[in-house]
């Protein structure tokens, strides 16, 4: 399949000051700029018309009068089709977005070119409150209008379009909103079609002083309006949209947080008055509700019990469906315990000793060590309730943007929470080299063995409750060239308490050249099978709610 030619579209009403930076960001990306004036005032007409630069890729073309931004963007796709691109990247003029993600979303356009790519709010403390409980209504009626809850926020404006369905749906005379309601009813529209939605986090700000274009009585009404056409529109394509609704599975750092951050609150809040059974019981009919319509991760939950009662695991495979919402409710009270180790809810004690002899051995060397640790069980606790010296000592390697809610939530009650980690998508020489110089002052690096990684196709296929699963090389690889010891960490739940576990896998990990491989797989099989172990004794500690055996495989639902 030829490379996806990408485009850029930016429709502007009254909309010039943050312009600049969006043209310089998209350029640095080689994107032809399609910027689409929308009949804004004298002065704002004037600035745009001077960013016209044709030599440059910078087009500027003028609607009169105002056909509002769905009619922007829509005469936009038709220059965009006009010049032979396949793909258009929409971003919004008023500079709430941060460009620093228009990489990452071509990224994804290019490995996933039939796919409508969006971004997915983090909002800071600009949002006005009522902007936001607007936005969730919204949400709320566009899970009920695709059947699904897939669409985690469909009113971002930087996303983009792959073209050829576009021009479908419009050919086929659909009635897609014109103003502020373009952007949910025409991705619910494609939806329906069969078009998947990939989500990337994006950070959003509203800045001071900023021009908003939002009529509070007309463009609510003609949200409510929209609204109503696609429910009704559900109701007559229902058994259509359930056949042709996509269904696939993802790589774990493409599946976004589920939630608002004012959700979160409001559990951190009955965690700190009721403790934690207290707040469980508060929250489960919320994880319930998850857990019925959370479609990715419920089946990712019952495959993985299912292997797991079939390795001895103390579970029923005829009660898979309690023991998949009793999974759901145990990474729920993984936590609420992390929330109340951090903000002092929980005792000191509530980590207890396992087997660490090797633990006491590093203790007592100045020289810094490796700890491969898992998404079993709650290492987060055991880091939570360490020493403030021991803790220093910490440096750990994280990918958390697909939870970045939920540790904001932990640095506002304790900002100690965000000291010592290192926001990871791959190890080039430059981290390694720092990591390096870290290890010899007596740093521990903290890093996953169990995700794979992100931006790189380094992993060794090794057997995993009975089929061949895919384990990250990069833990191995960077113990090699850190030279240090390398250690399995476990903290599993055992009762009321917690039990840390520590074992070494080799004073120093040597990759021979002329055995790389071998080597490799060794020191792989070995965390491997220590995982497999911790799984089957305890299934329900086990938080990877995708397919683990088959990450980011496109598959239809059953």
């Not at 399609?34 to 804004?40: E, K, L, R, Y």
């Not at 007596?442 to 060794?460: F, L, N």
Request: charged share 20%; net charge positive.
């Amino acid at each position: 399949m030829a490379a996806p030619r990408i485009c850029a579209i930016v429709p502007s009403h009254n909309h010039a000051r943050a312009m600049p930076e969006i043209i310089r960001a998209l350029r640095a990306q080689q994107l032809a700029i399609f910027i689409v004036d929308d009949g804004s005032n004298e002065a704002v007409r004037h600035e745009l018309a001077s960013l016209n630069d044709p030599p440059n890729e910078v087009i500027v073309v003028r609607l009169e009068p105002n056909q509002g931004k769905g009619g922007a963007v829509l005469h936009g796709f038709q220059l965009a089709m006009a010049a032979g691109f396949t793909h258009a990247l929409q971003i919004d003029a008023d500079g709430q977005h941060d460009v620093a993600a228009i990489p990452r979303l071509i990224a994804l356009a290019v490995e996933q070119p039939d796919a409508l790519i969006t971004g997915v709010p983090i909002y800071d403390r600009s949002v006005p409150l009522g902007r936001a409980i607007g936005r969730y209504v919204t949400h709320l009626w566009v899970w009920i209008e695709t059947l699904s809850l897939q669409i985690s926020d469909s009113m971002c404006g930087l996303r983009v379009y792959p073209l050829a369905p576009v021009a479908a749906l419009c050919a086929d005379g659909e009635r897609i909103g014109l103003r502020m309601d373009f952007d949910t009813e025409i991705m619910v529209r494609l939806f329906w079609r069969g078009v998947p939605v990939v989500e990337e986090p994006v950070a959003v700000t509203y800045p001071a002083g900023n021009i908003s274009n939002f009529d509070l009585r007309h463009d609510n009404l003609r949200i409510s309006a929209m609204h109503s056409r696609l429910f009704f529109g559900m109701m007559r394509r229902f058994p259509a949209i359930l056949r042709s609704r996509p269904h696939h599975r993802r790589h774990w750092a493409k599946i976004a947080e589920r939630g608002v951050y004012w959700g979160l609150e409001g559990w951190a809040l009955a965690a700190r008055l009721l403790g934690r059974r207290g707040c469980l019981a508060i929250m489960a009919p919320v994880v319930l509700y998850f857990y019925l319509t959370g479609w990715e991760q419920r089946r990712a939950s019952h495959d993985f019990l299912r292997r797991a009662a079939a390795h001895g695991a103390p579970l029923s495979a005829n009660r898979l469906w309690l023991s998949g919402f009793i999974h759901f409710m145990s990474f729920a009270g993984r936590a609420v315990d992390t929330f109340l180790g951090w903000t002092g809810g929980i005792s000191d004690n509530a980590v207890q000793p396992g087997m660490i002899v090797d633990l006491a051995e590093a203790e007592r060397s100045a020289a810094g060590a490796l700890f491969i640790v898992a998404h079993l069980g709650n290492v987060d606790l055991a880091r939570a309730l360490l020493d403030e010296r021991s803790r220093q000592r910490l440096l750990v390697l994280v990918h958390t943007r697909h939870a970045e809610k939920y540790n904001r939530l932990l640095r506002k009650y304790r900002p100690e929470a965000g000291v010592n980690i290192w926001q990871v998508t791959e190890l080039g020489p430059a981290a390694a080299m720092e990591l390096q110089a870290r290890v010899e002052q007596g740093a521990w690096i903290v890093i996953a063995g169990d995700r794979v990684p992100v931006k790189s196709e380094r992993v060794t296929r090794l057997p995993f409750l009975g089929q061949d699963a895919p384990f990250s090389q990069g833990p191995y690889v960077l113990g090699a060239l850190l030279g240090c010891p390398v250690y399995t960490l476990f903290c599993t739940r055992r009762g009321d308490r917690h039990v840390l576990d520590v074992e070494k896998i080799a004073d120093r990990i040597d990759l021979p050249r002329q055995d790389r491989e071998a080597a490799l797989s060794r020191h792989v099989g070995e965390f491997a099978a220590r995982l497999e172990a911790y799984a089957v004794a305890n299934p329900l500690q086990w938080y990877n709610f995708f397919d683990f055996w088959n990450p980011g495989r496109r598959e239809s639902r059953s």
